[in-house]
Nanobody, 123 residues
Framework: QVRLVESGGGLVQAGGSLRLSCAAS????????MGWFRQAPGKEREFVAS????????YYEDSVEGRFTLSRDNGKSMAYLQMDNVKPEDTAVYYC????????????????WGQGTQVTVSS
């Protein structure tokens, strides 16, 4: 019912910045929470950041706190992940997700997922 498409991934040098975008279509995301997740080779998918329906509350994984910023624009049906001071350990496929419940938390229980975008950080 909701299609999510990530973009903005690519190769970036350690210490640099990258901005990921998530475009939603099919339904309005105005009442949905949004999240960003990542999966590195040989590792399980992990929580990165989430934001509630109004954009007032955000959560971040400890290792990205202070470096990544999650925002949303409900009028444009978009969510963003600004990645600053990136590190080689940030290398992973990054996924955007949405869920019917509008609250934000650190869980992985989302209803719709994008196909992911690759982020590679060189040292």
């Amino acid at each position: 019912q909701v299609r999510l498409v990530e973009s903005g991934g690519g190769l970036v040098q350690a210490g640099g910045s990258l901005r990921l975008s998530c475009a939603a279509s099919g339904r309005s995301i105005n009442t949905y929470s949004m999240g960003w997740f990542r999966q590195a080779p040989g590792k399980e998918r992990e929580f990165v950041a989430s934001i509630n329906e109004e954009g007032f509350i955000t959560y971040y994984e400890d290792s990205v706190e202070g470096r990544f910023t999650l925002s949303r624009d409900n009028g444009k049906s978009m969510a963003y992940l600004q990645m600053d001071n990136v590190k080689p350990e940030d290398t992973a496929v990054y996924y955007c997700a949405a869920r019917r419940e509008g609250y934000a938390d650190r869980g992985l229980n989302y209803d719709w997922w994008g196909q992911g975008t690759q982020v590679t950080v060189s040292s």
